[in-house]
């Protein structure tokens, strides 16, 4: 998801692949992202400094994914780099230029600024915060800006060493101090005149939004009905997501939204920047899910409420393993398969009719075992006759619980008497497996 964004708000993208390493399957996930956003690459070809450096076959590799280098007559520019000697970064630099004047890449510092909002999340101290990348304009500390549904003041602009700055301009990647809210990694910000001016264009923003979801969940409440009619009842892992930026809320709902099925689903209840408060444990408590804790810790009110209402909480710092266990859950949910394990055969040599319980048999197991309350096929001929239960299974006059290969037994076959000499019992058991 945040490389997708990248891409989106990107003119040229640098592929960055290590020397000895090659090609990675995060370098073609990167490769498809800037192609779908049509981004130009130029790949750099890093720790050209290793021993094990063979950038040829990195060349050889990229032209799989259509990035054929300009030395083989394509017209992808392909640099060999060390980020630790520095060799070849001042050609990178240069590539960049020649790129950038080739695309014509041009904005007009003199205008309103606008741009994309990269990362926001909510500080303790300083309230919402946004990383933007200001791609036309300049911003100035004193603007009025909105981004999505949120507007405010630029109260202070930090660069990427954490030095505050007053104004910047085109390419200019700041964080941005003064929001009323939180808005979405992704949205745009455009700078304007008034307040009130701002205020309308939020105003109807939020209603527009609204007035979707209603829509969408009068569409869903439907569709589920009709779901569930068509399938009987669909299972749901209610879950609630709390995280420390907007991104990582954004990368995780993808995730857990791509791990549902048919059978089972994960259903995101609420998901939002900040820690997790009292009214995250209250919608929890009322709708019996789980609450995801990313970067984030719940406030002590909130911890005591969970620890009263037995609500469960689950922290983590890696989205892997947030998927790894809400997969498990939903196995839980999952009917488990029921699968048949063969136990053993055994052949029918008399048949003996017996006033009050019908025709026994009495036999030999060839193979395995044959056990009481295991089910039973009836075989005549490798065809299959009869498909019931295990009835009596003796030993001599003894009810025995097993008999194995070798010993002689008889038995009988629970409401059913069609039985001949020559028949073979096939004894098996349904055994319940866990599905992934």
Not at 98 to 113: D, G, T, V
Not at 139 to 145: A, K, S, V, W
Not at 411 to 434: A, H, P, T
Request: glycine share 10%.
């Amino acid at each position: 998801t945040m490389r997708a964004r990248g891409a989106m708000v990107t003119d040229i993208a640098i592929l960055v692949v290590a020397a000895d390493d090659g090609i990675m399957p995060q370098t073609v996930e990167s490769i498809n992202h800037a192609k779908a956003a049509g981004t130009p690459i130029v790949v750099a070809i890093n720790k050209m400094d290793l021993p094990g450096a063979n950038p040829d076959r990195i060349k050889q590799d990229l032209t799989k994914y259509d990035l054929v280098p300009e030395e083989w007559g394509g017209d992808t520019i392909v640099c060999p780099i060390s980020a630790k000697t520095g060799a070849g970064v001042k050609e990178l630099l240069e590539n960049l230029v020649l790129q950038a004047e080739i695309m014509e890449l041009k904005a007009n510092p003199n205008r309103p600024a606008r741009g994309t909002v990269v990362e926001a999340r909510l500080d303790k101290g300083r309230g919402p915060i946004m990383t933007v990348l200001v791609q036309n304009g300049t911003l100035h500390t004193g603007d009025i800006i909105i981004a999505g549904k949120e507007w405010g003041h630029v109260r202070a602009m930090f660069n990427e060493h954490g030095h505050k700055i007053f104004e910047a301009g085109p390419a200019t990647p700041v964080e941005v101090i003064g929001l009323q809210g939180t808005p979405a990694a992704g949205d745009n910000f455009n700078m304007v005149e008034s307040e009130s001016q701002a205020k309308e264009i939020t105003n109807y923003r939020i209603q527009k939004e609204r007035d979707a979801k209603l829509v969408k969940s009068a569409k869903s409440a439907m569709e589920q009905m009709l779901d569930k009619i068509k399938s009987g009842e669909s299972k749901h892992l209610p879950v609630i997501i709390k995280a420390d930026v907007q991104g990582s809320v954004e990368a995780i709902e993808g995730t857990l939204n791509k791990l549902s099925n048919n059978e089972v689903s994960v259903q995101i209840l609420h998901s939002a920047v900040g820690p997790i408060s009292e009214s995250d444990i209250t919608l929890a408590k009322a709708s019996n899910a789980l609450i995801i804790g990313f970067n984030v810790r719940a406030i002590p009110q909130a911890r005591d409420m969970a620890r009263r209402d037995g609500v469960d909480i689950r922290y983590y710092s890696i989205i892997y393993d947030v998927a790894d266990d809400v997969k498990k859950g939903l196995e839980g949910l999952l009917s488990p398969e029921l699968r048949e394990k063969l136990l053993g055969y055994a052949e029918i040599r008399n048949v003996f009719n017996i006033t009050g319980v019908g025709r026994v048999a009495g036999c030999m197991v060839t193979e395995g075992m044959v056990k009481r309350g295991a089910k039973v096929r009836l075989l005549r001929d490798n065809v299959v006759i009869h498909d019931g239960s295990l009835g009596q299974l003796k030993r001599f006059k003894d009810d025995v619980k097993e008999v194995t290969a070798g010993q002689d037994c008889g038995l009988n076959i629970e409401s059913f008497n069609d039985i001949r000499v020559g028949d073979i019992v096939e004894g098996y058991e349904q055994v319940e497996v866990k599905r992934k």
